[in-house]
């Protein structure tokens, strides 16, 4: 049986192998440059950037297309449309604005999680992926609650018993980009900077 080795012992074998690949190659290259280079940084910032940006616009068109739907309710009759029904129209509205609230708090993490001096490619290409899971499951949620908002609105308006049929539908659209930043919390968490302490001794 092959004894076990640990996860310390792997790193430091990995990083024996390049450095000496690198030092019988004549490379000027050490360990510290290939597993943490200058422009690991950029896959962090890009995924902080990607998790804000396509959560405002999930954001920013679930507001657009539910805010339509409100609006129409002005063409009904004045006896047809009670204040109460108002009120109950701005949930949709509501939903996708916290779109948004999940992009800038996975943001926020990745952007204060990464360091100028101690920031492996591991990590950014783990901050990289839970940006983009957290934007772009945001942006669906958006687009769901936009268009479910939209004739969901107009529909209660006309007839109020469809309303709690239309909140459970909004609810399971709003659900996506709760998925969404779960599992971008969960891969943003994996970073692992102890590498680049290891190649540092290593070179």
């Known amino acids: 049986q092959k004894p076990k080795t640990s996860a310390p012992d792997r790193q430091w074998s990995v ?15 050490s360990p510290a440059l290939v597993y943490c280079p200058s422009y690991a940084s950029y896959f962090g910032f890009l995924g902080a950037a990607s998790a804000l940006v ?25 006896h047809r449309v009670q204040p109460e029904m108002v009120i109950k129209s701005m949930l949709p509205v509501i939903m996708a604005g916290v779109c948004g609230i999940y992009g800038l708090i996975i943001a926020v993490i990745i952007a204060n999680s990464v360091d100028v001096d101690n920031y492996s490619l591991f990590s950014g290409y783990a ?18 609650i936009g268009m479910c908002g939209d004739i969901g609105v107009r529909d209660s308006a006309r007839q109020p018993k469809l309303y709690i049929g239309m909140v459970l539908i909004w609810s399971f659209a709003s659900a996506l980009g709760l998925y969404g930043l779960i599992v971008g919390l969960i891969v943003a968490t994996k970073n692992d900077n102890t590498i680049c302490e290891l190649a540092e001794l290593a070179a």
Not at 63 to 72: D, L, Q, R
């Open 15 to 29: 990083l024996g192998k390049s450095s000496i690949a690198s030092s019988s190659t004549g490379a000027m290259s």
């Open 54 to 78: 396509f959560g405002n616009m999930g954001a920013a068109y679930g507001t657009w297309k539910s805010a339509v739907g409100m609006a129409a309710m002005a063409k009904l009759p004045r």
């Open 127 to 144: 901050h990289f992926g839970a940006g983009l899971a957290v934007g772009l499951s945001n942006l669906a949620s958006g687009l769901s």
